[in-house]
């Protein structure tokens, strides 16, 4: 789990359907929902943030 420093969060996905992605939760939206998946698996979400910077 990692930090966007507001409060939200990004975690990684280890088990079920969504095995090995990446996805956003907005605690501010509902901390237990996830938002939006960020990346299709872990080096592509490293990717695009490093891409960003």
Not at 1 to 30: E, R, W
Request: glycine share 14%; proline share 2%; hydrophobic share 45%.
């Amino acid at each position: 789990m990692a930090g966007d420093g507001c409060g939200n969060y990004y975690v990684f996905i280890n088990s079920g359907q969504l095995l090995g992605k990446v996805a956003f939760v907005d605690t501010m939206s509902n901390p237990n929902t996830i938002e939006k998946i960020v990346g299709n698996n872990l080096w592509i979400f490293l990717r695009s943030l490093l891409m960003r910077g």
